[in-house]
């Protein structure tokens, strides 16, 4: 079903109900105030329901219908003027509930007493529906809701439901709500609230499938729930008026977690840079280090292929209008054309991130950080040691696995070339042509062979192979582990020029990184 919604930069849009929408962002950058506003823009058919809820349920005060009625549009009403407060519209909507079901149940009577027939209604009150919807998801208790609600667990003695968990008042006094609301939007802040991860997909599960008529907008900070939801529509608010919509059907679902979290994302990034790996990992270390900047988030997303599809949806404007993006990635097997197809996604100066410290201007870097007298020495018996490595077995390895992926590539490439045609023969024949021949497969081989042959002899050993295979001589020379020189490494890159008055030896390292990396990255700052 689509409903009109009008959105608070002044656009209207069709949204489809059964895809929830999520307003994301981290606490303080203004999604309730955003919230606030959709709410008005879409009044008299949106209800909003507060972060700030009255969920105590005790004694319930019984007043004429009609002064329910107005308590309770009157705490409503203030309660979404007073965002900042809590309201108790609770108490007045229950008691307004309780009322309607003595009524149905009297008419129910009489009308049964008089031989009349009973209209579907008298039977199924708010009471009933939320009595059940409340029981099914907390088994094995029953809601007696009357002026002096309680409720029974597993047939054992009745308690008050002020003495019920956080939890279950919660789901009650939602339940509450959504019985009670008419609204064809439903607009709901902070709906994990009190519940256990589990919980809350499972009660907000509940909830959409009672009201499948009706758009739920959930406001939140939390990305589990989020992609809890079934297809959602994602806007990221940047500030009480401005957001961004992230279309998840044009990003990889494995990728749209890691991007979300990003909170520098969420606030104020203008460039975005996709790498390899995870959060907390080298590549995520090194180029957060090397992007120092507030205005860019860096964001690991798993491998290349990741890498590349997440920069093309952002730049191709089908995520968010407000932001560039860029990306890294490790060489690995790749061949050059691969790598070198893209002005916006830039390979590593090695073979993959371990090999970073084995890049022979940052060797001789950290070799003068570390005060090792003659460098150049060090790191031609570091080169020598890794063409040792990699002779025999290992350069063997290393080219039939090239070699396979040359030759998958090329295969996927000959495959996609293929069209269907009417001619059943003629396909066939465009079919068999691109077949690769045992010929083909064993030149692929025979020049990966040779161009690891060659590099082995120079320092496109370390664009060639893995870092594994060459690295492990760096602790014996530098006489620092791999992880220490990779963490100076970092750290050096995020030194401020007054916190190195000081510190010659700290502030020459960093000046020697970025005067090897800077033709490597892209610029440290974003404009």
Known sequence: MQIALN???GTQEQADTARPIILLGPNGVGKTRFAVDLNNRNNPHSERITANRYIGLTDLPRQADNDLKSNTTSAMQRQNSEYWNVHNEYTFLMSQILEEDKSSAQKYREAHLNGAAIAPEFASTRLRKLTALWESLFPGRKLNLDYSPTVTRDGQAAYPTGQMSEGERTALYLITRLVSS????LIVDEPEIHF??????????????YKESTLFVYVTHDIPFALSRSNPLLYVVRSP???????D??????AINAILGAASFSISAKRLIFC?????????????????????????????????????????????????????VDRDDWPDGILNRSDTVRPLPVNEIEGIICFEPIFHALAKFYNHPDGAALYNRFLQDAKNSVAGVILNKHALNRAKLVLELDQQEMRNSVKPNADRAIMRRDYLANITTPEHAATILDNEINALTAAATNNELLLKF???TYAGTFPHLMQVTAEKAFSDLCAALTAEDDGLADNAPKKELRDALIAALSDKFFARTAP
């Open 276 to 328: 390899e790996g995870s959060v907390g990992g080298k590549d995520n270390s090194l180029f957060s280090a090397w992007y120092n900047c507030p205005n860019t988030a860096v964001i690991p997303v798993g491998g290349c292929e990741m890498v590349e599809r997440c920069v093309a949806v952002f730049n191709g404007n089908h995520a968010t209008r407000n932001v560039t993006a860029f990306g890294h």
């Open 249 to 254: 059907a044009e990003i990889p679902p494995e």
């Open 466 to 468: 893995p870092a594994k």
């Open 182 to 185: 008419k609204a064809a939007i």
């Open 196 to 209: 256990h991860p589990l919980l809350a997909r499972e009660f907000w599960n509940a909830m959409e499938a």
């Open 7 to 9: 959105l608070p930069n």
């Open 241 to 247: 008026g401005t957001f961004d919509v992230i279309n």
